[in-house]
């Protein structure tokens, strides 16, 4: 695939991540019986979820930016599936929006945006720090959806069983990448993803 064919093709990935409904290759983890929830506590659940969905939002992005700039076709390889993964989750997470009720972010093109050209940069520092980009965030990701299923309503069944594989498959993106030869980030490096993951957070909990 040409560059100009990568460029076209992530172009075409960020106008169906924002504007299109994605579809899950594996099935929807909150099945069963849906909880008798208060209106506060759905409203709680779908503030999360949405936040969860920028997540993904902001991975397929992130995702995009590693592959196209990855020097390695076996690093590319990896980001990709990685990325087919994380399809699953945003689609999960949409789903459970709906069922609850609540809407996306508004403000999903500057997440993609945003996400996309830290992903960029990522794959121009080299293949070694591109991956260990892709593992510090995936633990990172691990960490906010652990405090999450802590957040959650205890009675919401649904929403803890998306969180709960979604932090599964975190772990084992995490792993692949240290087993490809990630590198460890800087502290400063580390502390900056954390803030930015915290203002991305609050605003997307409200917008």
């Known amino acids: 695939m040409t560059r100009l064919d990568q460029l076209i093709t992530t172009f075409d990935l960020g106008l169906r991540t924002v504007f299109a409904s994605p579809h899950a290759g594996r099935p929807y ?10 209106d506060a506590e759905k409203a709680q659940a779908a503030a999360l979820m949405r936040v969860n969905h920028v997540g993904e939002v902001c991975a397929q992005a992130l995702y995009a930016g590693q592959a ?10 990896e980001l990709e599936q990685a990325a087919r993964e994380e ?9 459970r929006i709906s069922e609850l009720g609540g809407r996306k972010s508004l403000l999903n093109p500057l997440w993609f945006g945003g996400a996309f050209g830290m992903g960029v940069v990522a794959g121009l520092l080299g293949d070694k720090w591109n991956l260990g980009f892709l593992a510090e965030t995936e633990r990172q990701v691990e960490a906010h959806l ?8 205890e009675a919401d069944a649904k929403s803890r069983a998306v969180v709960e594989q979604m932090k599964l498959d975190e772990a084992q993106h995490a792993q692949t990448a240290v087993d490809q030869g990630g590198a460890p980030l800087p502290a400063p490096v580390k502390m900056a993803m954390r803030f930015a993951a915290d203002v991305m957070r609050k605003t997307a909990s409200r917008v």
Do not use: F, I, M, Y
Request: hydrophobic residues 30%.
């Open 68 to 77: 196209l700039t990855a020097r390695n076709e076996k690093v590319r390889a």
């Open 29 to 38: 983890p909150g099945v069963g019986p849906e909880a008798e929830l208060s």
């Open 146 to 153: 652990d405090g999450h299923l802590q957040k959650l309503p």
């Open 87 to 95: 399809t699953d989750h945003l689609a999960w997470c949409e789903t």
